[in-house]
């Protein structure tokens, strides 16, 4: 593979807080140099990028994709996930493990693995189930699935419930030194329910679930941490007590990470009214005062990542309905923009908001990606900050076009995106 | 042939009371007034909506609310058709928006629809071109219960603004106590809301009632008392310990009625639940009871409905 030689590029990498004008040589797909490239380590024969000021980061991390292969492949293919995360600037994935059949087996694994190969455009990575079939009770086999490559276990969206099982598993884990990622909510509590409880559910008739069934759950899961020192990962942080649950944790030493998702930052529960289907989210959509805490959450680092939980859904299952309607939302392509907003609001440093989807995903994961290090992965995007441009479900490259942003104008566009050093994807304007 | 005033409706489909406003209200409830005189007469039968057809599509068990709007379209000289379309099917067979279209394709004048979910009249409405009537949604809205209950009210007390009323009971379940609480904030009536905590939603105060869990309290100096339908259907697991128990705090009876004003009328949207929420003493009380009365409202109010609906902003002239 040739070389590639960016020059004129905004350099940024939170890993080593850099911000500079510069160039980046990239020579097998590994980074060569950063800044200044002396002219005799070019080689004769580098595609040179002009990068006109664009700014040049590691590729994202998303840490919380939902794959719909195996099993709905007509909602979304392994392939096509591919091609819209790195239209976002995405060069490395997670994919979670509730498909069809649920990725419970080594050999499961290494079909994701193989298939997203196969695809060639991304690196797809994938969490196991923490318990066989996602029943909740019977712990599946971490070490072998671990050995195989699996990233993390945990039960996708459904929260494991059963509080022995819990601290098994943690237990369990940590004698592989294995991640658990568990979306914290307390099911009775939530049972039935279709939106945050509150005034706008109370209005539309829409059964609630209490903001408290996020906190009751994580808090009995930190106590399970504590007693079992086991690595966790609370995945998707929607509520104000949530984010402080975690921070008291942190303080105490605890082994404890967290992630949240664009629309807890971006949106809160009015965007559900007039039964919008596409808002319908799993958490729910919460109040403002939920909203803002989870952004001074990320602002003081309580929230270590931020994830799509791109979670691609047939419109026969969303125009239905609100209560019938299937939670989730798309997000590849709207992780980048979203997160630049926290930027362009004046919320976050430019760095502190690019730590969110690289560097802290990356440390999480234990991945040597999600920087700007010589002999690290090529894996770069390149955007332009301030291109403004409007949320469009026809603009998406999406099959499905569950967005919960339509028209909504954001600002920044990944440009180009190189997976080990090699051109995955450029925008035509 | 006699010549009526244009009536401005600016709606085209009546989904809940939430987006009608006083002159609105105001307006169904004088056209109903018309109605009801004809409705006591031997002769019911008008051709002002002739050759229109309207079907009542209601995919939750329904005989009241079903046989008041086939009365009501039949009365006004439409063709009136109920389909019943079994909640349990639904899921299994044609979607919801399959079956709007292929009733939209019939070239229909109006839709009553009822649906055991909030929202789904609204998305079938944004599928038909026809004009759809909200016939009660899920834990959402029954706009024209509560129309019906205004009339009631209005033609009792002269008035709406100013009183103050009481809606008791299972207001968490209830798409009567939405649409009711809307509407008498609409028309400036106080409204209360009494009720175990159980069965009220969260944050209700903010829809603009004050909130009582003691029906002594909760009655006091009231000038209607609303009784809501204890919705076991729609309760998934436990909201409350016995029936005995609601009806001993909640249950309506003439020691809990002393507390409100002496010429306070009881109301209940029906079907009853004799010894459940309230007192058969109460509900047949003739002095007392205005439950007939509002079975009665209910076929003018709809009435007005269909014929504001489907004759809106034409001259109103009688074929």
């Not at chain 1, 664009?54 to 007509?74: K, Y």
């Not at chain 1, 299937?326 to 907003?341: D, F, R, Y």
């Amino acid at each position: 593979m040739p070389a590639t030689l960016f020059s004129n590029a905004r350099l940024l990498d939170p890993w080593t807080h850099l911000d500079q004008v510069g160039e980046l040589l990239a020579i097998d797909g590994r980074i060569a140099a950063i800044g200044a490239v002396p002219s005799s380590q070019i080689p004769a024969d580098a595609i040179r990028v002009d990068c006109r000021g664009n700014c040049l980061a590691p590729g994202l991390v998303d840490m919380r994709v939902h794959l719909r292969e195996p099993g709905q492949e007509h909602v979304e293919t392994i392939e096509g996930t591919s091609r819209m995360a790195v239209a976002g600037g995405i060069t490395s994935l997670v994919g979670l493990p509730d498909t069809t059949p649920v990725i419970d087996d080594v050999s499961l694994v290494e079909f994701v693995t193989r298939r997203a190969r196969k695809a060639g455009l991304v690196n797809i990575y994938t969490y196991a189930a923490a318990t066989k079939g996602l029943d909740g009770s019977t712990l599946s086999e971490l070490g072998l699935m671990a050995a195989a490559g699996a990233l993390g276990f945990t039960d996708g969206t459904a929260p494991i419930a059963d509080s022995l099982v819990m601290r098994r598993l943690l237990s369990y884990a940590r004698t592989f030194d294995q991640l658990v990622i568990q979306r914290p909510e307390d099911p009775r509590l939530a049972e039935g329910g279709a939106a945050t409880e509150g005034e706008v559910a109370s209005r539309l008739g829409i059964p609630g679930i209490p903001a408290a069934a996020e906190l009751i759950l994580l808090e009995r899961d930190l106590r399970l941490v504590e007693l079992t020192g086991g690595r966790y990962h609370a995945s998707l942080i929607s509520t104000a007590a949530a984010v402080q649950a975690i921070a008291t944790a942190k303080t105490r030493g605890l082994p404890v990470t967290c992630d949240t998702a664009p629309p807890y930052f971006t949106l809160n529960e009015s965007a559900i009214d007039g039964y919008s289907t596409d808002a319908r989210l799993s958490p729910p959509l919460r109040s403002e005062n939920d909203r803002k805490a989870i952004i001074e959450g990320l602002k003081n680092g309580t929230i270590d990542a931020i994830t799509s939980d791109h979670a691609p859904v047939d419109q026969d299952e969303k125009r239905v309905p609100f209560i019938a309607a299937t939670p989730g939302a798309i997000g590849l392509e709207t992780l980048l923009p979203l997160v630049l907003g926290l930027y362009h609001r004046g919320e976050m440093s430019i760095l502190a908001a690019l730590r969110a989807v690289t560097q802290a995903p990356a440390q999480i994961l234990r991945l040597p990606v999600g920087r700007l290090a010589i002999d690290s992965a090529a894996d770069l995007v390149l955007f332009d900050l301030d291109m403004p441009w409007r949320v469009g479900r026809s603009r998406l490259r999406a099959a499905a076009t569950n967005t919960p942003f339509e028209a909504l104008p954001v600002q920044g566009k990944a440009l180009k995106t190189f997976v080990a050093g090699r051109l995955v994807f450029g925008f035509d304007a | 042939m006699s010549k009526l005033p244009v009536l401005h409706f600016p709606h085209r489909h009546l989904l809940g009371i939430d987006g009608l406003d006083a002159a609105d209200i105001a307006l169904i409830l004088d056209l109903a007034e018309t109605y009801i005189e004809q409705n006591r007469a031997d002769d019911k039968k008008r051709t002002l909506l002739r050759g229109r057809t309207i079907i009542n599509l209601f995919f939750e068990n329904s005989t009241r609310t079903r046989t008041s709007f086939e009365l009501a379209g039949k009365r006004l000289g439409a063709d009136v058709i109920n389909m019943s379309v079994a909640s349990t099917s639904v899921k299994k067979g044609e979607t919801l928006l399959d079956t709007a279209l292929t009733l939209n394709a019939m070239h229909l004048d109006a839709l009553v629809v009822r649906h055991p979910e909030s929202g789904a009249v609204k998305l079938l409405a944004e599928a038909v071109n026809c004009a759809v009537i909200n016939g009660g949604d899920g834990s959402h809205e029954h706009p024209t219960q509560a129309l019906l209950d205004a009339l009631t009210i209005r033609r009792r007390k002269g008035r709406l603004h100013g009183l103050t009323v009481a809606i008791c009971g299972d207001v968490l379940h209830s798409r009567v106590a939405r649409s009711n609480i809307a509407l008498l904030n609409i028309m400036g009536a106080h409204v209360r809301v009494v009720g175990p905590r159980t069965l009220l939603p969260a944050q209700i105060s903010r829809m603009g009632v004050e909130v009582f869990h003691d029906m002594a309290r909760g009655l006091a100096d009231v000038d209607i008392i609303m009784m809501l339908r204890l919705q076991t259907e729609r309760m998934h697991g436990s909201f409350l310990p016995s029936i005995r128990e609601y009806f001993h705090f909640y249950g309506l009876d003439h020691n809990k009625i002393a507390r409100a004003r002496p010429d306070a009328l009881v109301m209940h949207p029906g079907p009853i639940n004799r010894g459940v929420e309230i007192d058969s003493a109460v509900a047949d009380d003739l002095d007392r009871s205005l439950i007939r009365e509002q079975v009665e409202m209910g076929v003018a109010v709809r009435m007005a409905c269909l014929d504001l609906l489907l004759r809106a902003n034409t001259p109103m002239t009688e074929h």
